[in-house]
Antibody, heavy 127, light 109 residues
Framework: QVQLVQSGAEVKKPGASVKVSCEAS????????INWVRQATGQGLEWMGWMNPSSGNTGYAQKFQGRLTITRNTSISTAYMELNSVTSEDTAVYYC??????????????????????WGHGTTVTV | SSELTQDPAVSVALGQTVRITCQGD??????ATWYQQKPGQAPILVIYDKNSRPSGIPDRFSGSSSGSTASLTITGTQAEDEADYYC????????????FGSGTKVTVL
């Protein structure tokens, strides 16, 4: 079945970096984006960024520009999220999610949309 | 602050209809997608495109859009629909960057 399996919980000191992995299975890894979304306790979802595993292209929310890096290893169908210079404000559950624009063909729709249809179980990062 | 605005909370009687709205300028040009999240669980996609549901999502969930407002409607709300609901769409840059709404907590009475 299609699934995303994330690495285990992390505990970091302020100023350190954290790297979380997301291993895809059950589908063609390079056929879909990988997004990273986080959620602090009791707070809403916060979109962080995406990567196209085929091209390596990335996009980051302005808030995380310069501090967030998303990479991948296509040979093992795994994406990585690395966040630098962490503070207590970065304590959250981090999710990876499979993404796709317009179901794969925006020519077929009147307005673009983006789906995140498969999610990892989440990785708790405590700073 | 989020570029997509949602009401923080709404309550609905069992079996009744509830509408959750999401407002933002980007919604004039892009559809919102909607996610349901229950405590301790990852979000689930419930509505995308104009009004499409992934397999396994009950047809009591529907979506609509008008101007800068997107809506998620639950018709005949069930107890298991009690959850947080988030909209998602492009941010105001228009680039391939996204933002979630602040979320709406749906309580079923």
């Amino acid at each position: 079945q299609v699934q995303l399996v994330q690495s285990g919980a992390e505990v970091k000191k302020p100023g350190a970096s954290v790297k979380v992995s997301c291993e895809a299975s059950g589908y063609t890894f390079t056929g879909y984006d990988i997004n990273w979304v986080r959620q602090a306790t009791g707070q809403g979802l916060e979109w962080m960024g995406w990567m196209n595993p085929s091209s390596g292209n990335t996009g980051y929310a302005q808030k995380f520009q310069g501090r967030l890096t998303i990479t991948r290893n296509t040979s093992i169908s795994t994406a990585y999220m690395e966040l630098n210079s962490v503070t207590s404000e970065d304590t959250a559950v981090y999710y990876c999610a499979r993404g796709r624009l317009c179901g794969g063909d925006c020519q077929l729709v009147d307005k673009d949309y983006y789906t995140m249809d498969v999610w990892g179980h989440g990785t708790t990062v405590t700073v | 602050s989020s570029e997509l605005t949602q009401d923080p909370a709404v309550s609905v009687a069992l079996g009744q209809t509830v509408r959750i709205t999401c407002q933002g300028d980007s919604l004039r040009n892009y559809y919102a997608t909607w996610y349901q999240q229950k405590p301790g669980q990852a979000p689930i996609l419930v509505i995308y495109d104009k009004n499409s549901r992934p397999s396994g999502i009950p047809d009591r969930f529907s979506g609509s859009s008008s101007g800068s407002t997107a809506s998620l409607t639950i018709t005949g709300t069930q107890a298991e629909d009690e959850a947080d609901y988030y909209c998602n769409s492009r941010d105001s840059s228009g680039k391939h960057l996204y933002v979630f709404g602040s979320g709406t907590k749906v309580t079923v009475l």
